[in-house]
């Protein structure tokens, strides 16, 4: 299985601050990977696919870029309604896997 | 738009079986979409279960292969899951999700999800 190890595994940040979140593979996944933002008591929600592209009706300030077995999910300008806890998850190789999680949260 | 509705018993025993439902509306199980099922153990994070196509293929997660079946029903327009011999590490929210496939792969749908706990 690939292992997607994401970094850190929380993080408290001010409202307007840049938030970097990483997720690291265990072998070359190309750019099949995905993110994923989930609320408490709610289902994932999908962000951003295949490493880089943005979902339809989601935010510019959300991006991320990467390829190979490293990778970056950015917030360029935290808003109050981000907080949540952000996954990544690879589609390169069954099983599909996900990272552990970075909990975001507000200082 | 699509939407994903989770039913199925919410308490099973240990060593029971886990039966759990997606019905799908807004689309078609028999289109070129992947169905999937993804688990949530209370506060911890995600772990595909695995996926099934409208004509009956299946990929399943190994870990639970030996327990696990995913089948579509395709005149209901929804997918089913069980889970054989289940014990407490299988006390989660179950979601399911549809599965988007151009170049890549994606989850861009999800059930709001079903918590299922397993005890006596």
């Known amino acids: 299985d690939i292992q997607m190890t994401q970094s850190p595994s929380s993080l408290s940040a001010s409202i307007g601050d840049r938030v970097t979140i990483t997720c690291q593979a265990s072998?070359?996944?190309?750019?099949?990977l995905n993110w994923y933002q989930q609320k408490p008591g709610k289902a994932p929600k999908l962000l951003i696919h295949?490493?880089?592209n943005l979902e339809t009706g989601v935010p510019a300030r959300f991006s991320a870029s990467g390829s190979g077995t490293d990778f970056t999910f950015t917030i360029s300008s935290l808003q109050p309604e981000d907080i949540a806890t952000y996954y990544c998850?690879?589609?390169?190789?069954?099983?599909?896997?996900f990272g552990q999680g970075t909990r975001l949260e507000i200082k | 738009q699509v939407q994903l509705q989770e039913s199925g018993p919410g308490l099973v025993k240990p060593s029971g079986t886990l039966s759990l439902t997606c019905a799908v509306s807004?689309?078609?199980?028999?289109?070129?979409?992947?169905w999937s099922w993804v688990r949530q153990p209370p506060g911890k994070g995600l772990e595909w279960i695995g996926q099934?196509?409208?004509?009956?293929?299946?990929n399943y997660n190994p870990s639970l292969r030996s327990r696990l079946t995913i089948s579509v029903d395709k005149s209901n327009n929804q997918i089913s899951l069980n889970l054989t011999s289940v014990t407490a590490a299988d006390t989660a929210i179950y979601y399911c999700?549809?599965?988007?496939?151009?170049?890549?792969?994606?989850?861009?749908?999800w059930g709001q999800g079903t918590l299922v706990t397993v005890s006596s």
């Open positions: 999700a549809r599965l988007k496939t151009t170049l890549t792969t994606w989850i861009d749908s």
């Open positions: 807004g689309d078609s199980i028999s289109s070129e979409n992947w």
């Open positions: 099934i196509y409208h004509g009956g293929t299946t």
């Open positions: 072998q070359d996944i190309r750019k099949f």
């Open positions: 295949a490493a880089s």
């Open positions: 998850q690879q589609f390169h190789n069954l099983p599909i896997t």
